[in-house]
């Protein structure tokens, strides 16, 4: 059984819950369901409309959770009451949308344990789409080699936040999620912790299912998204006292996101039949990504924009550029 309030928690399990009463009894079964048991989990309520079914939901689980009912400070403000309610040395996340296999904790502790300087592990997952299309994170968002301030800023290693334990002192030292940010709040947390001395490592082992379906349009999200890790790593640019040599990694990477930005904004644009401030931004994302097919896009802009728009349907096929699957939900 997870631990009593009499008792101290080596693990606590952190749940935000926005807009989620249809989906956190399956987050919480299987976190209850855990093969290691020596955790509280705590499941914050953020000042979500869903109340009063939430707290119906949560019913038969208040004696096996600490449940914390604030007014709303989206998902960073969630998960840092969390920590500061927290008693365990380390925190687990889980978004009370996804859930973990069964031995998912056991997995990242005996890791923990095997190699003690190591701050914060995290592991494979399986994005699933509302289509029920299932395909592993890492096959999508790959790991590769030492998980570095440099690898996390260029994205050659991407943490899902599900899969993620780490020493609550870390995160602390660090600083804390940066309550003003709408998205991606937890890779400007890890690349932070990284930049504090944190070691991080990962397994390729599939230890939870995350839901990557997101409402609205998803071109717009994808601009959103984009726009998110763009001005993170301007803010990180700012604030953080960085070497010449991760400035300059910060620099060449907050420009070629810029450009991505100006991709997602000109789909969008060109969706809208607004051709000339499409054509803009697509000018403006080809002076950082000298891209061949932007070119064509652009002249098909300048020689036949209706027909450009009416082939928009397969502009990822013809546009450079992607958005992050799941970094950081919008929470609001």
Request: proline residues 5%; hydrophobic residues 40%; glycine residues 6%.
């Amino acid at each position: 059984m997870p631990h009593t309030a009499n008792s101290t928690p080596r693990v606590s399990v952190i749940i935000p819950s926005y807009k989620t009463a249809h989906l956190i009894a399956g987050c919480l079964d299987s976190v209850l369901s855990q093969t290691y048991q020596d955790f509280e989990a705590i499941v914050v309520n953020d000042g979500s409309p869903d109340t009063a079914e939430l707290e119906k939901v949560l019913e038969p689980y208040r004696d096996r959770i600490v449940y914390i009912q604030q007014p709303n400070k989206r998902a960073a403000g969630a998960r840092n009451t969390a920590i500061q309610h927290a008693r365990g040395e380390f925190l687990a996340f889980l978004d009370s949308d996804d859930t973990w296999l069964p031995d998912h904790l056991s997995s990242q502790m005996q890791l923990a344990d095997a190699d003690p300087s190591l701050d914060l592990i995290y592991s494979n997952a399986m994005l699933v789409w509302p289509s029920d299309r299932e395909q592993e994170f890492m096959e999508r968002c790959p790991s590769q080699g030492q998980a570095t301030l440099a690898a996390l800023i260029v994205e050659r290693c991407q943490i899902p936040i599900s899969t993620v334990v780490v020493r609550k002192q870390v995160l602390v030292r660090a600083g804390g999620f940066d309550e003003k940010l709408p998205r991606c709040d937890d890779y400007d947390m890890w690349v932070r912790a990284a930049f504090h001395g944190a070691k991080i490592g990962y397994g390729r082992k599939v230890q939870a299912r995350l839901n990557a379906g997101r409402p609205g349009s998803l071109s717009i999200e994808r601009a959103k998204m984009v726009e998110a890790y763009w001005n993170i790593l301007e803010k990180l640019e700012r604030t953080l006292p960085l070497s010449d040599a991760d400035r300059s990694v910060v620099q060449k990477r907050a420009a070629h996101i810029k450009a991505k930005y100006f991709v997602e904004q000109g789909k969008t644009l060109l969706k809208q039949g607004e051709f000339q401030k499409a054509k803009q931004s697509f000018a403006d994302a080809n002076r950082n990504l000298r891209s061949p097919r932007l070119h064509l896009v652009l002249l098909g802009l300048t020689v036949a924009p209706d027909m450009t728009r009416k082939v928009a349907s397969v502009w990822n096929r013809i546009i450079t550029g992607t958005a992050r699957p799941k970094l950081g939900r919008a929470h609001t």
